[in-house]
């Protein structure tokens, strides 16, 4: 039995979740794909290029291999824009949120 090979949209639900360990990472994501198949652990993380998403892995021989991945270069692009809007927007939020408890900054 083979798949269909035609190109379904793909719907992401992206939830961010703060991360406050040490290290590059800056935050982890869940991602639901089309409401059946959900990815855990996907890691959004700071290099000297900016921020990056880094699918997640398993130590084999020495080296990483991701556990699950996009198989098409448009689709990854795809997956990790919405990544890293979703920390984009969950970013601006939580700042929305800071300066709304700290009230109107008084100037003298």
Do not use: H, W
Request: hydrophobic share 35%.
């Amino acid at each position: 039995m083979s798949a269909n090979n035609a190109a379904t949209p793909m719907e992401l639900d992206v939830r961010i979740y703060p991360y406050r360990g040490e290290g590059p990472t800056v935050a982890t994501a869940s991602v639901t794909l089309n409401n059946c198949f959900a990815i855990r652990d996907v890691r959004i993380m700071e290099s000297k290029n900016g921020l990056f998403v880094s699918m997640p892995s398993r130590k084999v021989q020495g080296e990483y291999r991701d556990v699950c991945f996009p198989c098409t270069k448009e689709f990854k692009q795809q997956f990790d824009r919405q990544v890293l809007d979703a920390y984009t927007q969950t970013q601006a939020q939580n700042m929305q949120k800071t300066q709304e408890n700290n009230g109107p900054a008084m100037t003298m």
